[in-house]
């Protein structure tokens, strides 16, 4: 029996979805929190790292209320290692990036947790927290980020990952500015 190829990219396909920014909920790290526990219980060892990342993670932020979550393991392309036990725990696979890091994303059915597969070593992982703790450091980045968040969400979007490419210019100069980054964030 040959191997069935397996979709890449946005795993069935774009979504329209309504970019709405919130104010920051003091709730998020708890629910991060919870989801980390789900995460760590249902695959073991093989999560190196459990890290809340993206907008919910920096405290005074408004973002959308999308908890986002960086998974270290350590190959992610062995699927079979990690995709079942996410499955099982009623995360859904989205996202499946071969040429981009090995990049997997999860998300919930509510589509309001979304959890990032990198494998052990990948340079998006310290471009993604080089990001997060500036952030978390610096008030007029996360200002600015806030302002530029509020400006796109305003607009149309044909799905959300236009509204994210289109954050990317002021993503990259926020990493550019940290002390300890190297390249591409969402």
Known sequence: MA?????????????????KIVDYDT?????FEAHAKIIADALGGSAL?????????????????????????????????????????????????PDWNEHRMFRTHEKDVHVHIYSAGCPEIQRTLAFRDRLRRNIDDRRRYEQTKRELAAKEWSDMNAYADAKTEVIE?????????????S
């Open 49 to 97: 790292r459990i890290e809340h990342v993206g907008s919910t993670s920096v405290p005074g932020l408004a973002a959308k209320p999308i908890i986002d979550i960086l998974v270290v393991v350590p190959d992610s392309a062995h699927e079979f290692a990690y995709l079942p036990r996410l499955e099982a725990a009623a995360y859904v696979m989205r996202v499946r990036e």
């Open 173 to 185: 100069s926020i990493i550019a500015a940290s002390p300890t980054s190297g390249g591409r964030a």
């Open 27 to 31: 709730n998020w790290p708890k629910r």
């Open 3 to 19: 191997d069935e190829p397996v979709e890449t990219g946005l795993i069935g396909g774009v979504e329209k979805r309504e970019i």
